[in-house]
DNA sequence: CAAGAAATGATATATTATAACATATCACCC
DNA sequence: GGGTGATATGTTATAATATATCATTTCTTG
């Protein structure tokens, strides 16, 4: 057993660090601009390894005495989320850094209901089942939404 | 490859007459009451094999001259959802009628993107292959979202 | 039929998201 | 390096989805 959830006490600053470089090295190979304000929105997803809501964004923004609004965090969103930097969580209409923005968008996502993080994997057994039954119902797939909610291995411990 | 969805000109009648059967035989096993507003709105999701979203209903209700608030529409949801009459379909925010309300909530929703159409599943390999996962990660299930969007066989085909 | 429980009505408001147009900033060419 | 078109952000307004709260009605059951 792997736990996907990072330890308590992990050096989160590293979790950011690391996550703004991919995000840098993605945009450059996508010839995007990676804004100060796309920046600081992905920085403020990365803040915990919860999910975010669009307004918790647009109040942290506005703590810091910015005049922002909610199209700019769209926005932002929207940047973030076509370049799989930053996935949504559709059953918590909340936003979620991704940290292997590489995956082709075939993720899984595990939702802690106690402690409210999400953790994201990659898993090719529940690829190739989905896969397959889009196939045995002659279903063509573009996108998919797998989201899972429970306790997180933390959660179920402590 | 077995089409889940409904075919073309199929007796749509039939469809929401065996529905509304199923419901009240669900709702007595339940001992719950299946009253006029959630027949109506029970109905209402029934008129097609589409999602419709609670304001949809809300229009449709008063369309009939009735003087609804959303809070009724919500409630009459929220009561349907609970017994696993109707599916809320996360990335649509939107509700669909399910036709196995026995399933135990484990379905996968393929979504056309064409037509609109929603078909449910129980897949035995998706469920599996979840769980596994989960189980993979140290992680307690209570809930699963499973939604794939894409072109039904219809679709692909016409 | 009375009394409590369950459902619905009614009003207000919270939360999530986008449309439309104005302004600012950037990248590129000359 | 300055003009120009493209990209990004600012600004205002509003649409779409959902819930809290309290009042009233309807149902059930003794």
Not at 11 to 32: F, G, L, M, T
Request: overall charge negative; hydrophobic content about 35%; some cysteine.
């Amino acid at each position: 057993m792997t736990d996907l959830f990072p330890k308590k006490g992990h050096d989160h600053d590293r979790c950011i660090d690391s996550a703004i470089a991919q995000a840098e090295k993605v945009c450059e190979a996508e010839n995007a601009r990676f804004t100060d304000m796309r920046r600081k929105v992905f920085s403020l997803i990365w803040q915990s390894h919860k999910a975010v809501t669009a307004y918790e964004l647009l109040d942290a923004l506005q703590a810091e005495g910015q005049r922002v609004q909610p199209p700019t965090v769209y926005r932002a969103l929207e940047f973030l989320t076509d370049l799989g930097l930053v996935h949504r969580i559709e059953s918590l209409n909340a936003y979620f850094g991704c940290d292997q923005p590489d995956c082709d968008h075939l993720g899984q996502y595990f939702i802690c209901t106690r402690c409210g993080r999400v953790a994201e994997t990659v898993d090719e057994d529940v690829s190739i089942a989905v896969r397959k039954a889009a196939k045995n119902v002659g279903f063509k797939i573009q996108a998919t939404t797998v989201e899972i909610k429970g306790l997180c291995h933390d959660c179920t411990t402590h």
